[in-house]
């Protein structure tokens, strides 16, 4: 079982006010929030081990405390297919950030199993000063900024008030189908919310935690990309 007080806690003594990729993993699978398989090649020499683990189509992202907008650096390829193309993107990856910030702190790079298409949503939650523990839920990927559909919560939170979230959303249409698309599965989506909830509200040391995407589906749902801001 994996001890969340403690991963936060480590991060704090040594600095950071974010949890690494796969430290942010670890916790959300702790709450049963469905995460992709993944592993920290922390070498080269480390990315075959690593490769082993996680299922094919691979996602290689660059790990470091220094660097926000990973894809911006060059920090991230998708698609790969074996374990020469995760060699190569290693590689590449590696050669982009020292040459784009040559000064950024290299943790490693996160081997990550690619979920397939779904509809982008995003989750979030974060601890404001007045209302404490606040949820959110909306459309995630480039919809977050172009369409700004999202719902919030604030402490206390159910099941029921998750799911009620859902249909709060001026685009709530789509989670249930529309113009050929799948419903998605809405119990699933509750379920991740509700996580984000008791997360905040059982570790006062997490202070913002943003899911986007989580990608959902007709059945089940993976979050795609995380951050948990710690104070």
């Known amino acids: 079982m994996v001890d ?10 040594e600095g950071r006010r974010k949890l690494r990729e796969d430290e942010a993993y670890s916790v959300l699978a702790a709450y049963n929030i469905p995460v992709p398989e993944y592993c920290l090649a922390t070498s080269l020499s480390d990315l075959e081990r690593c490769a082993g ?3 094919y189509p691979h996602v290689l992202k660059v790990v470091s405390r220094d660097i926000v907008h990973k894809s911006d650096v060059g920090g991230v390829i998708v698609g790969v297919r074996d374990l020469e193309g995760d060699i190569e993107a290693y590689k590449r990856i590696m050669d982009n950030v020292r040459r784009k910030m040559p000064e950024a702190r290299i943790e490693g790079v996160l081997v990550q199993w690619m979920v397939p298409e779904g509809l ?9 000063r007045f209302f404490d523990t606040v949820v959110m839920f909306g459309l995630g990927g480039i919809f977050v900024e172009v369409l700004r559909d999202v719902s919030f919560r604030v402490a206390p939170l159910t099941m029921d008030d998750a799911l009620e979230m859902l249909d709060d959303i001026k685009a709530r249409k789509v989670l249930y189908g529309v113009r050929g698309m799948p419903p998605r599965d809405r119990e699933a989506l509750a379920r991740i919310i509700y996580g984000v909830y008791r997360l905040l509200e059982e570790n006062r040391n997490i202070k913002e935690i943003d899911l986007n995407p989580v990608m959902s589906y007709e059945r089940g749902a993976y979050v795609a990309d995380a951050r948990i801001i710690i104070g």
């Not at 982008?120 to 404001?128: A, N």
């Open 4 to 13: 969340v007080e403690k991963i936060i806690a480590r991060a704090l003594e």
């Open 53 to 55: 683990r996680v299922r």
């Open 120 to 128: 982008e949503v995003i989750v979030g939650g974060l601890r404001d």
